[in-house]
């Protein structure tokens, strides 16, 4: 008994702290869990002090209220350093406005903005608005039925060639339910239509075998579980640069037709036909390997310190007037799907243009592509921006501090502000399904709520 009594007299104090805790405990619930009755300040930290070092003296409800009380607090605590940060920083941009002008004010500010919606999220969640939720779910259905038709098609339109068809049925993956039931058709199509000379297949019947055009017909078969013939799959093994590179078009083993676009697609292509177990078994080995080398290639030739890439060595192209935001955008897709490689995606948020890039704006390097000692051709293929850029800075937002999200945040809110139809692209099948693409797969993280 005496040890009994000397132990509640040397715990008096924790015993008066659990008594309160409990019966703010129970206030707490009575007046359904608002959160003006948590814990704060000081009884807060004495709180949470004792569930540390004799959390056995309180039952598992005590224990939730006191989490739930240093959760509000945190937040509580973060939002007063936003504001106090938000309106330093006001203040600052004001003293600047005669130098950094209007339009940088009011992007300044929408960051600020912004930076209490991150810092309240989860370190994955993108908090954007419920308007640019419905907004998504509305543009993917818009687009989405402009294409369905386009399948039947196929072989009818002159524009609706391989590539065009391979990008409109990735595009439709998942959204249009008879598709998986029709791919023996999509595989058909493709056999009739491939080049005989290269077992490939060209952008257009007037212009040469295409390495990107034949990467969206072997990763859209792949998608349908359609295998890659064997020569088909040979054929494009046998097109790659020791080094691990591929050429925008048949040509020679010169590094400088190292093409980044076709050597992501190439990488990507083979990675889909081999992850769903379609390549035969006794050219599994053959492309794993010719992956890799195209994986370790392309991060290898990343702008030091960027995550830029240009699409062929700066002497050998016509036009390099900017980044290649597309490229760069897809290889970084391409890594992160083949390979799992999020190494860049810091460079990538901390370098995000402020500017968000018109729908149909592409980009083109007009590379020079040796296909003999004395004959080469222009590479002169369009890269989209908006896809990818999207695409990109949507995947790389978890792994950006806290500023580069609130830039990011506002990037994504500005690209996916307004409903999406298909006369803003032109009516352009390849354009409007490479969009529908990307869109698709940020769909789902787009729609995780923020804590």
Known sequence: MAAGVQWIELNKERLRLRAGIAAAAALWRDSRQRDDRLLSGTVLRDAASLA???????????????TLSRERERKTRRQRIVRGTAAALAVAIAVLVPTIGLGELRYGTSVIEALPSVWESSETAIPISQQ????????????ATYLRPRIDEMGVLPEFNPWAVAQTWAALYGLEPSLPTRASTLRAFMTQQRDPSCICWRETDDKLPHTVATAWVLYTLALYDQPAEPGEIAALLDRQGAEGWWAMFPATPDPRNASTAATAWASLALHTQLSHQLIPASQQQRAAEAISRADGWLRSHAIPGRARWTEYAPEHVAEVNEDYLAVSGFTMHALRTVADISEFD???????????????ESETAKGQVFRSKNQFTLDDVRHYRFPWMLKTTVDAYPNGTNLEKARALVWIEKALDRPLTSTDFRNEIWTIAETVFVLRQIAEPLQAKPR
Do not use: C, K, N, Q
Request: aromatic share 10%; proline share 5%.
């Open 52 to 66: 540390t070092e004799a959390g056995y003296m309180l039952g598992f409800g005590e224990h939730e209220f006191i």
């Open 132 to 143: 640019v939720r419905d907004e998504v779910r509305t543009d993917l259905s818009t687009l």
């Open 346 to 360: 810091h460079a990538w948020l901390a370098e995000l243009p402020r500017r968000v890039p018109g729908l149909t």
